[in-house]
């Protein structure tokens, strides 16, 4: 697809991950651009996340990482709440 066609498909809370500078405008218009290794400087400076080793395979694993740490960090804010009251 084009850049212009990608960047149309994309919603407000989507995630992009993209490899080169035709992925730009569609990575700027994501909730969390993830960078591939290869991808050039203005690329990276649209990215939440930059991926240094590996490829696509290494999203899962990303995904299942911030999910682990949400779920730590709503416990750490619950028994914050909890001891302040």
Do not use: W
Request: hydrophobic share 40%; charged share 20%; net charge positive.
């Amino acid at each position: 697809l084009s850049p212009e066609q990608k960047s149309e498909l994309i919603k407000e809370n989507s995630i992009f991950v993209g490899d080169g500078v035709n992925d730009a405008l569609a990575m700027n218009k994501s909730y969390l651009g993830i960078a591939l290794r290869g991808g050039v400087q203005s690329l990276l400076e649209c990215a939440s996340v930059f991926v240094s080793t590996g490829g696509i395979e290494k999203v899962p694993f990303l995904m299942a990482i911030s999910n682990k740490y949400h779920k730590r960090y709503k416990l750490i804010l619950t028994l914050g709440l909890i001891y302040n009251a």
